[in-house]
């Protein structure tokens, strides 16, 4: 198993390290491949930390790719995966709409309910359920999120949602492994705590 | 257990709240990312900082060397732009004239616009030599004596033209037998130009004013006594204020803004006793003052000219005549910066600084360069290198004419009709 595991990394590793060379050579192949591959996780980690706000993620996802394009040659495969690399810049984009919408004057997103959650639904299967069940799903992330601060909020999504270990994650935003480990607890905690309100 | 499920209940919640890009979202993203090549260059900040960094080591060890060596000469050596004496700079700053040689025997001034002179003329040979201010036509006609229309007799010098060109600024002594004008004692004076209103500016003070200067309001004046006290007030001596940091010979800029004028300092460098001559700057009330240039003058060198004097004297009698505090004077006043003249465009400063240039020449009394401060760059200019003694300064904004045929003037030689123009 470990052997299979070690093997699945490498395997990994070795994608990125062709990605990234390719991307270097302005390979336009690549360019498709990268937004494939990362596009919808960096979309759905970005929305999550934006209250859902669809729209600003994908600006967030767009700028992170066109960001690691132009820098792809400051990305260093000894130091972190591409994966983790690409989640770093897109949380320092994150970051930086986060203080953006702080400024502006309106209803905060964790007050709204996105109604893009239609276009999300399966094709087949009970509609209705499925809808209630995503609008109930978006409606408690969105207590969490009053909850949590947004460093426990990413470090939360980033370890259960997009399953980065805390190494990984004490990369992406900058903290210690210790430190990581230690938000990752008590953002638990209080969603626990909040869930266990809300189901009261 | 119950902590485990919660968890998986977490998850769950995070994975099912996880929000899938709205469709075409793909072709948005390809359509901006897939012009896009990696950046070439490095990262430029590091490099930056690294400069900005070498520059402030460069600009601290400049000031620092700056401040070891103090009594050293303050003055760079510059390029001249557009020949020697022009000034061009960012706008047009005009071109400076000076005289060369001793220095004439009456003084003369140009008013700015109309070019009509004002100067002061012996009126007979017999000492005290009595003076009198005169008024004529650029070209010399329409000569009035007013000082003689005025009825004020005696030593008449110095005159200054109103920058609107209504009155003048002039010294007035009262001669006594067997003193020079300078011991009896100067007044400041100020009569219109058509000969009346003549006045002494401020009468009763003591010590009396002898130096004044014009602001450009042409109401406003830079006037001082024997002192050193100097003071802003109007023509009738009214609202005086002291200017703390302006010295003697002061010069005010053309919008009124800047007062530039010499100080001197006594001061020890080194262990060795000596006064600091400096070129200030100052804002319109004596404050926040500058030093443009300077040098120290120890009392080594006094007394070395002192010595130097004495062999000089043995064969030049007009040099026997003068006093020992007339020698002391010689080093003290007239060594280092003095007597700014401002550029009209007020960008820039010419100055005359007798200066120890050639070790062979004679010490101090004939080595009277020009120079020029520029204040939007800070260079300080040296524009006379001929070693000789220099007299006058002054800017004019008059193209200067074309060399004619034959004439061996060549650049770098200014004037040396001996006469103020």
Not at chain 1, 94 to 105: D, F, G, I
Not at chain 2, 34 to 45: D, K, M, S
Not at chain 2, 185 to 206: K, M, Q, T, W
Request: proline content about 7%; aromatic content about 6%.
């Amino acid at each position: 198993m470990a052997s299979e595991a070690t093997a699945l990394e490498g395997g990994a590793l070795q994608a990125d390290l062709d990605l990234a060379r390719r991307l270097q050579q302005a390979d336009q192949s690549a360019y498709a491949q990268l937004c494939q591959r990362f596009g919808p996780a960096l979309h759905g980690f970005a929305a999550s930390c934006l209250g859902g706000d669809d729209e600003l993620a994908e600006e967030v996802m767009i700028q992170t790719m066109t960001d690691a394009v132009r820098n792809i040659r400051r990305f260093d495969p000894r130091k972190a995966g591409l994966a983790t690399w690409l989640y770093g810049i897109a949380r320092r984009q994150v970051v930086a709409q986060r203080r953006k919408l702080t400024r502006r004057k309106s209803v905060p997103r964790s007050a709204q309910v996105s109604m893009d959650v239609t276009s999300e639904l399966p094709a087949a299967g009970d509609l209705a359920g499925d809808l209630a069940a995503r609008v109930d799903a978006h409606q408690q992330v969105a207590f969490l999120s009053e909850a949590l601060s947004d460093l426990e909020m990413q470090v939360l999504i980033l370890h259960c949602v997009d399953e980065f270990s805390l190494k990984e994650i004490a990369r992406i935003v900058r903290r210690s492994e210790k430190a990581v480990d230690s938000l990752l607890h008590r953002a638990r905690q209080k969603a626990r705590e909040r869930l266990a309100q809300d189901a009261e | 257990m119950p902590s485990e499920l919660m968890r998986d209940e977490l998850t769950i919640i995070l994975k099912a709240a996880r929000h899938q890009p709205r469709p075409g979202w793909e072709a948005r993203a390809l359509a901006t990312v897939a012009g896009l090549r990696p950046r070439r260059h490095p990262n430029l900040v590091p490099i930056l900082v690294a400069i900005l960094v070498l520059l402030l080591l460069a600009a601290g060890v400049f000031a620092a060397v700056r401040l070891l060596i103090p009594g050293a000469l303050e003055f760079m050596e510059g390029p001249m732009g557009g020949g020697p004496g022009s000034f061009h700079g960012h706008s047009f700053a005009g071109e400076v004239e000076w005289t060369t040689g001793e220095p004439p025997n009456s003084w003369a001034n140009a008013a700015a616009k109309s070019g009509r002179l004002a100067f002061e003329m012996p009126i007979d040979d017999v000492p005290p030599t009595r003076t009198d201010i005169w008024v004529s036509d650029p070209e010399g006609g329409n000569v009035v004596n007013l000082t003689a229309e005025a009825g004020i007799g005696g030593v008449n010098c110095y005159p200054k033209w109103s920058p609107d060109e209504t009155m003048i600024l002039f010294l007035h002594c009262d001669p006594v037998e067997g003193l020079k004008p300078c011991k009896a004692g100067f007044h400041l004076f100020l009569i219109n130009a058509d000969g009346s209103g003549a006045r002494e500016v401020a009468p009763g003070r003591d010590p009396p004013l002898t130096d004044g200067v014009w602001f450009p309001d042409s109401f406003h004046l830079v006037a001082g006594g024997d002192d050193g006290v100097n003071m802003r007030m109007d023509i009738w001596a009214r609202d005086a204020r002291v200017l703390p940091n302006v010295g003697s010979r002061a010069a005010v800029c053309p919008d009124g803004s800047l007062i530039v004028s010499h100080a001197t300092e006594e001061d020890e460098v080194r262990g060795q006793s000596g006064v600091w001559r400096r070129l200030v700057l100052t804002d319109a009330n004596g404050d926040h003052p500058r030093t443009l240039a300077e040098h120290f003058i120890r009392d080594a060198d006094i007394v070395s000219h002192r010595a130097q004097h004495a062999q000089d004297a043995v064969q030049d009698p007009d040099l026997r005549k003068m006093t020992d505090a007339e020698v002391l004077d010689e080093v003290r006043v007239w060594v280092g910066p003095m007597l700014p003249v401002w550029s009209p465009d007020g960008t820039k400063i010419a100055f005359l600084a007798a200066m120890p240039f050639d070790p062979n020449g004679v010490f101090y009394r004939d080595q009277i360069e020009v120079w020029v401060y520029d204040l939007q760059t800070d260079q300080c200019t040296r524009i006379t290198h001929d070693n000789v003694q220099q007299n006058y300064v002054r800017w004019t904004l008059r193209p200067r004419p074309a060399p004619r045929a034959g004439d061996d003037r060549g650049p770098g030689q200014p004037s040396t009709t001996g006469e103020a123009r």
